[in-house]
C-alpha cells in the first residue's frame, strides 16, 4: 500500500444513483460474514467530493476492489467503478482472481472476438475452477471485450494450490512451477497476516488444526497472493501507461498483507502508487484498528 496512507477510510455510500463519500475512523483485523454498515456510523461520517475520490482511483497505478465473491451488490459497484474509472483513463486493464493463469490464451481468444462467451466459460473452466455465478462477472467480461482492455488471469491452478496446502512446496510437480513464482520469492514473513490467517483458521476448524497443517494452509494462501502480485507486477512493469483494476476477494487485499504489498515489493523503486477499496465489508471492519496503526485500506464502498 501507499507509504503515505494515513489511518483514516473513506466510506463511500452508493444511493439513488448518486455517490457519497463519508470519511470515518477504520480498520480491523478480521474478515468476517458480509453485512451493512450501521445507520450509526454513516450518520456520525462526514461527506467528502465524490469527483475528488474518483480523481485521487484514477491517478492510482493499480486499484484494488476487495469483493465478497457471492454479492451481486459488490459486482454491480465494480462494474460502475470500472466504467468511471475507464472515462478519466481509457488505458486500462482488468485483473481478476477468478481467472487461473493457465487460461489466459482462452481469455485473450474472447476479447478478440474469437470465441464467445460461453466458449470462454467452458474452456476456462470456470464453473469448476471458481464456483461463483458466472453472471457476476460476465459484464464485466463484456465492458473489457467492448473496450479492448487487456485482461489478466492472476490465480494460481486450483490443483497447484491444493498441493501446497496438503503437502507445502515439496509437494509441487515440476510442471507447477511454470504457473507460480520462484520459491525465492513465496515470503511468509509477515507476523500480521500469519495472526490474522491463524485466526481464521481456527474458526473454521474450531480449534482442532495441528501447527503442520496451519504452515501449509498458510503458505498455500502466501502462494495465491505472491501469484496475483506477480501477474499484476509484471503488467505494470511491462505497461506503465495502464491502470490496472484488480478484482479479488477482501482476504487478499486487507492492510496491504495480500496483493499489494507484495506487487509494491517487486516494483521497489519504481513510482507507482496504488489505492485499495472494499466493497461493503462488514462492520468489524469499519471499527477495529491493526496492531500497527495501518488503515485497512483506503475506501469502504457500501449500498444503502
Known sequence: MRTEQSVQTAVCVWSLGLLLFLAVPTNAQRVLSPQLVSEEIVSAAQPCDV???LQDLSQAD???????HDSAADHEAQLQIIQSLHEQNPRMAIALEMFQRPYQLVLDQYLAGEISAEELRQQSEFDQRWG????????????AQANGLPVI???????????????????????????IPPESEIRTDNDQYRQMLQEVFAGVHHGHGNG?????????????????AEGVADFV??????????????GHIVYGYGIPDRVARRLAGAEFSQRSLLLHPPEDLVNEDSAEGVAIADYFWFLE
Open 62 to 68: 493499480v486499484v484494488y476492489l476487495g469483493e465478497t
Open 212 to 228: 503442520g497443517s496451519f504452515d501449509n494452509f498458510f503458505l498455500a494462501q502466501v502462494l495465491w497472493d505472491e501469484t496475483m
Open 153 to 179: 488471469a492472476l490465480n494460481t491452478p486450483t490443483e497447484v494450490t491444493r498441493r501446497v496446502a496438503d503437502k507445502g512446496l515439496g509437494g509441487l510437480l515440476e510442471s507447477d512451477r511454470q504457473w
Open 51 to 53: 469527483q475528488a475520490v
Open 237 to 250: 512493469a511491462e505497461n506503465p501507461d495502464h491502470q490496472v483494476v484488480v478484482l479479488a476477494g477482501r
Open 132 to 143: 461463483f455465478s458466472w453472471g457476476y462477472y460476465e459484464p464485466i467480461l463484456e465492458f
